[in-house]
């Protein structure tokens, strides 16, 4: 189990981390222009998806940067 663990880049704490700030960063823009009139209305779907694509691509990104693939 600890060997998949230091192979896993899903629980790099680097991805959780950056997931996390860009997850945070994201979801403050579109409040601030959701009550600006500029953006429409999410639902909890809408921030599920991306929220897990966002997951996705920063897993994605540390795998490939520490030379999993």
Known sequence: MAARRRDDPTGHPGVRSLA?????????????????????????WDILVVVMGLYLVCSATVGLRRGLN
């Open 20 to 44: 996390f700030w860009i997850g945070q960063a994201a979801l403050f823009g579109w409040a601030v222009a959701e009550r600006l009139g500029v953006a429409p209305t999410l639902t909890a």
